[in-house]
């Protein structure tokens, strides 16, 4: 039986708590497809995985948030590239549509991975078309078409709506990152440079999280990707923001095991997810009628 593309949570349609906040965790999932097929190592395939970002952002429903994850492992494909970031190295023929391969892929981390690490192979072999489109069609398509529902929806109902993709990040960047060795910052949060996000809202969510006691970039070295890129408009009240979360704040990264950090960790987020909601309720009194 084939797995869902996702998950889903949200409020009821006429309960009084909705808010137009909608929270996605694109990477994490663990599980491999039994057709991925990969030679790669599971350790190299789980340095990947953004472990246990869906569990730490779930009180967020409890104050009319909806939440949306994955259920498939992002190196089988990515959910946050855009859907013609086809890297050609992968495949036995030529994709048979237009095709834009960025610098992600270029490095082998487009929508389909080549590198699983630094120099670690995903396949031992070529992909054929067939199987790439079977990836597109059954897990990537439904999950943009739900977020896209999920935000268009609410936007329809409030006029405004926030969108949060939410990830975590190894606490030292490697090679196939922009800030290779460098120790990162407690969380990263990318609005584009202002393009995806009102900087508002951004500088915003910062605050909250350095009242917080934790260390926050903004735009540095994570901008955000597809994910904010695609159904973002803060001009007429589509905000989207990408907040990655250093993984040695809850877990240990060798042994993939949530430390004594994660109830905590937990618990404030969801002191920030409230935090956001009432902040958007302000938001959608203010607007102009």
């Known amino acids: 039986m084939m797995q869902d593309a996702y998950s889903l949570i949200t409020p009821a349609a006429d309960d009084d708590k909705f808010i137009p906040l909608i929270f996605d965790s694109p990477h994490s999932s663990r599980f491999c497809p039994p057709d991925m097929q990969t030679t790669a190592p599971e350790a190299a395939l789980m340095s990947g995985w953004d472990a246990y ?63 699983a690490l630094p120099g670690v192979q995903m396949y031992d072999r070529k992909l054929s078309i067939a199987e790439v489109q079977h990836r ?12 896209q529902q ?56 910062a605050q909250q999280l350095q009242a917080q006691g934790y260390l926050v970039k ?8 597809e994910l904010v890129h695609a159904y973002s408009d803060p001009r007429r009240g589509r905000n989207s923001i990408q907040i990655e979360i250093n993984r040695a704040l809850y877990m240990d990264e060798q042994s993939l095991e949530r430390s004594a950090g994660f109830a905590t960790l937990q618990s404030k987020l969801s002191q920030l997810a409230e935090s956001m909601s009432r902040y958007i309720v302000g938001k959608l009194i203010d607007q102009p009628h």
């Open 150 to 205: 999920l935000i268009n929806a609410a936007h329809a109902r409030c006029g405004q709506v926030w969108h949060i993709d939410c990830h975590s990040m190894k606490s030292v960047g490697n090679a196939m990152n922009i800030d290779n060795g460098a120790r990162r910052p407690d969380f990263v949060l990318g609005d584009r440079n202002g393009s995806a996000a009102d900087p508002a809202f951004t500088l915003w969510v």
């Open 136 to 147: 597109i069609h059954h897990y990537y398509d439904p999950y943009h078409a739900q977020l």
């Open 218 to 225: 903004i735009n540095d070295p994570y901008r955000g990707a």
């Open 53 to 115: 970002v869906d569990e730490l952002w779930s009180g967020a429903t409890q104050f009319g948030a909806s939440l949306l994850a994955a259920r498939v492992h992002r190196t089988y494909i990515d959910f946050n590239r855009a859907r013609s970031d086809i890297d050609p190295e992968l495949l036995d023929q030529p994709w048979p549509e237009a095709i834009q391969v960025s610098e992600k892929s270029q490095a082998g981390m487009g929508l389909i991975r080549r590198y």
